[in-house]
């Protein structure tokens, strides 16, 4: 069976590593989908959608974003051409991946049937000790507006809440503006000397790179010792996680490795790493929901 091209769809506004992916995407010969500011409240069958193949119609049920009971038929692949072909949905059928943020990607996701594959909300904090060197715990909001110390707080698989060292819990967004039953982390201070992100897929880092020093942006090649505490984290905890997920690590200046936060692959920027491994990543963490293993179904968002 000769499948069609697969399809990544990408937001409004890209980041530098979001047109990296995207230009490793069309050389690898997948179909992208740009949405333009006002694609996602008009709906995804739009004219603001640009790159849809020729010819080709919404699949069923990617209908107004939103409503995704909108049938709008299935995908007609005229013209789609040769590519690479992996995660073929069906005969006729392409496969379709997604790389975004949450509030762009919780729109549209579940009208296009994709599975977006993110770590547990309290992860982190039930990591031992010996992995991320601090004390994590994982609470509502409203139980940690009565922190009386400095403490860093962040949502566990958004932005919603900003990563922050808060001075005590008075300084947390209110509950005029944040739900109190809200989950966050809140962990101890804790401050990295260099900071390396791994993109890991099917129980192995499957690419790597460096992204901060000293609190301050900077690229480089992976660490082998950061590869080495990764595949320590995968051996102690790699069956908590979906199979593409992205694991941030870092070093403190007393040499202690230290697992920093997990993030979906689908969100997340790729730095310095290898664009075509990490690209793979995302196209696992976000893909056809009818191409899901049983381990991933726990992990969807």
């Not at 091209?5 to 050389?27: G, N, Y």
């Not at 010996?130 to 994590?136: G, K, N, P």
């Not at 509950?175 to 989950?183: E, G, I, K, L, M």
């Amino acid at each position: 069976m000769t499948c069609p091209p697969r399809i990544l769809v990408l937001p409004p506004r890209l980041t530098a590593s979001a047109r990296t992916l995207r230009a490793t995407a069309l050389r690898r010969g997948l179909r992208i989908v740009e949405a333009t500011a006002s694609a996602v409240p008009e709906g995804l069958g739009s004219p603001g959608w640009a790159g849809w193949p020729e010819g080709a119609k919404w699949p069923e049920g990617a209908g107004q974003a939103g409503s995704p009971g909108d049938a709008r038929g299935t995908w007609d692949t005229r013209g789609a051409g040769s590519a690479e072909s992996t995660g073929c949905t069906g005969s006729d059928g392409h496969a379709v991946h997604l790389h975004a943020g949450p509030s762009f990607a919780d729109v549209v996701a579940p009208a296009l049937g994709i599975a977006l594959l993110e770590a547990p909300a309290d992860w982190l904090a039930r990591l031992p000790r010996a992995l991320t060197q601090r004390d994590i715990r994982a609470m509502p909001i409203g139980e940690a507006y009565r922190l009386r110390r400095p403490a860093f707080v962040k949502s566990p698989n958004d932005k919603s809440i900003p990563a922050l060292v808060y001075a005590d819990g008075s300084r947390l967004p209110g509950p005029d503006a944040v739900d109190p039953a809200t989950v966050v982390l809140v962990s101890d201070v804790m401050t990295f000397a260099v900071e390396y992100r791994l993109h890991l897929l099917d129980g192995a880092v499957h690419a790597a790179g460096q992204y901060a020093e000293a609190g301050r942006l900077r690229l480089g090649p992976p660490d082998g010792d950061a590869l080495a505490f990764g595949r320590d984290v995968l051996a102690a905890a790699g069956k908590t996680l979906p199979s593409a997920i992205v694991v941030d690590v870092g070093r403190d200046d007393e040499g202690r490795w230290a697992v920093i936060e997990a993030n979906a692959a689908w969100a997340s920027g790729c730095y310095s790493a290898d664009p075509d491994r990490a690209l793979e990543t995302v196209l696992r963490a976000a893909g056809p929901a009818t191409a899901l293993s049983p381990h991933d179904r726990a992990f969807v968002r």
